[in-house]
């Protein structure tokens, strides 16, 4: 009994050290690949300080009926990172889930050149209930640089 317990650990040892040998090589194989792409990227799109106008959803559906609004919002670079926060708020006057704010990203020529989503921190909204979210551009930072404004949008089941 004790020999069979003895080879059936060291048969589950075994196969633990494969994987984990496994696992570690497509993890720094991974690693590797993005640390090259984002090496380059930031070779193309080095550093400059943000300006911009900020652009935000309507409050509005295209039927004028109310819907979830984005309260208010603020941006920042952190580390090279474009980083948005703000509230949403629910004004359908009925309960809604996954609700998500979308940015845009926009160059000075106002060419989209990257987008981003977020669900709020609370899933599940009643009537007239507020979430805050942050988002960011990660891992597209290397073309923080590039950004010039952004458009948030909410979209919810």
Do not use: C, W
Request: glycine share 8%.
């Amino acid at each position: 009994m004790f020999r069979k317990l003895l080879i059936l650990l060291l048969f589950v040892g075994v196969i633990i050290v494969g994987f984990n040998a496994y696992s570690n090589n497509a993890v720094s194989s991974f690693y590797d690949g993005f640390k090259k792409g984002y090496e380059e990227a930031k070779k193309e799109f080095p550093d400059t300080p943000k300006t911009g106008e900020v652009k935000s959803a309507s409050q509005d559906d295209e039927s004028g009926n109310e819907t979830v609004v984005v309260l208010s919002h603020s941006s920042n670079v952190s580390g090279g990172i474009f980083n948005v926060s703000g509230e949403v708020q629910n004004n359908t006057g009925i309960n809604v889930e996954s609700v998500q704010v979308i940015a845009t990203f926009y160059n000075a020529d106002n060419k989209v050149i990257d987008a981003a989503k977020v669900l709020t921190e609370i899933d599940r909204l009643n009537a007239n209930q507020k979430s805050p979210f942050e988002l960011s551009n990660y891992p597209n930072d290397g073309l923080t640089s590039q950004i010039d404004h952004y458009e948030l949008q909410v979209d919810y089941r």
